[in-house]
């Protein structure tokens, strides 16, 4: 795996948005997007878990209310977490948690947020297709967390209908356009306070996004875009995080 070539990632502020977010394009190469895209896709079905507008793998453990049953990574995304630890983005911890999520064009999640369970720094890497992420100020009855298995929401989860959403876009912070191979990294407030989402919608507007996306100008892609819409396809993003309390499972002889 290529050394990440950037002598500090804080060098990647967006700077009309809150100062602890950070998005870093062509941060993997194409030869190593590949290469993870395949390894997600060579992952036993038993490893996939299906909702309504996604499907998911957990790496790395499953979390309980005592905290996370620890897992070891597999080599590839263990060689993955320890490149995420050379960036300091997360201080002097190693990640041992990915999630995994495959969204198919016109699929996206509800606003949420990760939770406690978590140190509060979220790297995520970018395959396949680009999308828009969205960012609100929470209402508690609009915060959905973390489940127990690793699910970021739930499909019975519909802030969207419950009182128009509260004017959920008169709630949004801001917006980040996501391209392929890139890094996103929230921090701070970006974790532990404002909710984000992804809409289920099967393109966007070029113009809409170079209006109303923060790090629009930050985009190789969209500069060179001319093509009014931009169709999404499918997208699998890489969560990387870490539990700080994790167990272990004991196992008696005998079972006893």
């Given amino acids: 795996m290529t050394e990440p070539q950037f002598e500090s990632l804080e060098n990647f502020r967006i700077t009309k948005a809150p100062p602890s977010v ?45 905290g996370m049953i ?26 041992n948690h990915v999630l995994v999520n495959e969204y198919l064009p016109g699929q996206g999640i509800m606003p ?26 929470p209402r508690d009855s609009d915060i959905v967390s973390e489940t127990a298995n690793g699910r970021e929401g739930s499909d019975s989860d519909n802030p969207a209908t419950t009182n128009s959403r509260h004017s959920l876009e008169s709630r949004r912070v801001t917006s980040l356009f996501l391209e392929p191979n890139s890094l996103l990294v929230l921090r701070e407030d970006m974790y532990t306070r404002f909710l984000h989402g992804i809409e289920p919608v099967p393109q966007d507007s070029l113009a809409e996004v170079r209006a109303t996306c923060a790090n629009a100008a930050q985009c190789p892609s969209l500069a060179a875009a001319s093509d009014d819409v931009l169709a999404r396809s499918t997208r699998v993003s890489l969560t990387i995080r870490h539990a700080p309390n994790t167990i272990k499972l004991k196992f008696k002889l005998g079972g006893k």
């Fill in 22 to 66: 950070l998005y870093v394009p062509n941060f993997i190469t194409d030869n190593e997007a590949s290469y993870f895209w395949d390894q997600v896709h060579a992952a036993p079905k038993v490893k996939w878990t299906a909702l309504k507008d996604r499907r998911l793998q957990n790496w790395g453990g499953t979390q309980t209310a005592k």
């Fill in 70 to 95: 620890a897992e070891p990574l597999p080599r590839w995304l263990q060689l993955l977490a320890e490149r995420m630890h050379t960036t300091g983005v997360f201080g002097s911890l190693v990640p």
């Fill in 112 to 137: 949420h947020e990760d939770g406690p369970f978590f140190s509060p720094v979220i790297t995520t890497i970018n395959l396949g297709s680009h999308c828009v992420i969205k960012f609100y100020r």
